[in-house]
């Protein structure tokens, strides 16, 4: 009996660790993704960073303004492809509105907090180099296409 109880006891034991274990890396990834869209690391202190920062794009399942569909014209560009970001000062929802436009039309824009740390740096006459890192989905599980970029700052200002 004294032999079970002990058995039972390690079994408890593996499990809590593995439970616990398995949590923390869950919780390590979280804060990686959220990491990687924090556009404050591009413009952060008074040097420019040494390397592109990746930053999500939303709305990529929106209409624009001339009726064309972004899924649409997501499909027809490539990881590479360059873009440009633009402020757009007028919209009354978010005074920080930065669109992520590619030659083909606008893709989406970057997410509110992102759009806040570089809206002032941009306005400043901040420049930047965009281009997609990643196009995700498309799949049958998952058929909205999202998409990637990396953004580096070009100024310090």
């Known amino acids: 009996m004294l032999r079970l109880v002990f058995i039972l006891a390690a079994i408890a034991l593996a499990i809590g660790f593995v439970y616990a274990l398995g949590r923390r890396f869950g919780r390590d990834k979280a804060i990686d ?3 990687k869209t924090f556009g404050g690391k591009l413009i952060e202190g008074t040097t420019l960073p040494a390397s592109d920062v990746e930053l999500a ?3 990529e399942a929106q209409k624009n ?3 064309s569909t972004r899924q649409e014209i997501i499909a027809k560009l490539s990881e ?4 440009e970001l633009i402020r757009h000062r007028e919209d009354a929802s978010d005074a920080n509105t930065v669109s992520v436009v590619s030659e083909k039309g606008e893709i989406g824009r970057l997410t509110r907090s ?3 740390t570089l809206a002032p740096y941009l ?5 930047v180099r965009a281009q997609i890192s990643a196009i995700r989905g498309g799949t049958k599980d998952r058929p909205e296409l999202n998409v990637w970029i990396l953004v580096r700052a070009l100024d310090e200002i």
């Open 33 to 35: 993704d959220v990491a």
């Open 57 to 59: 794009v939303w709305g």
């Open 65 to 67: 303004a001339d009726g």
């Open 80 to 83: 590479g492809d360059e873009i």
């Open 114 to 116: 992102d759009a806040a």
């Open 123 to 127: 306005d400043r006459g901040g420049r």
